[in-house]
């Protein structure tokens, strides 16, 4: 059987066009986080409420980034649960930022709850993106099972002080970024070489 042409194949002409179009926003999202935690990390922050306002306004910002991606490229596989991921992750944000009195206790476990509910939506979506040929799946799940893990790791350590918290949790948005990040030039380069895969020779 004789193979198939690249320009016959939608699939690799599909994942080259979309690869173009959106590994940008996994970047945006990486260098959001990356930013925050080295805010969490450096910046003197001595109360709840003041955590919760850093974590509020970074919520906020990563929601609005991932409804808007899920809604421009909706044509697209898995948009429904990224755009659930953003819901989620903005409703968290305006909650947490409309707390004044929120304690510490309660913010960890607001934090931990949210972090393993959108870590599983992640995988999912990256596991439903397997079939698509250099996808970058991996790298999503990866940054799902981190946000995961982090949620476990918070709630194991809801009796810690303050600034173990905040350790905690700028460790886990650097490295969440930076898989992010790298995320989003794979795809970069990926949509490259299925771009020249299906360009027709000369």
Known sequence: MAAQNPMQNPILSTFATTARQVWYWPVIRGVIAIIFGIIALVAPIDTAVALAVVIGIFAIIDGIVEIVDGIR???????ALRVTIGVLTLIFGIVVLAWPGITIAVLVYTVAIWSIVVGLFQVVVSIGLRSVPGSG????????????????????NVGAGLVTIIWIIGIYA??????????????????KKAAAATETPR
């Open 137 to 156: 799946w991996g790298w999503g799940v990866l940054a799902g099972v981190l946000g995961i893990a982090f949620g476990v790791l918070v709630l194991v």
């Open 174 to 191: 650097i490295v969440l970024g930076v898989a992010l990040v790298v995320l989003g030039f794979s795809l970069r380069s990926l949509g």
């Open 73 to 79: 490229y909706r044509d697209h596989g898995g948009v």
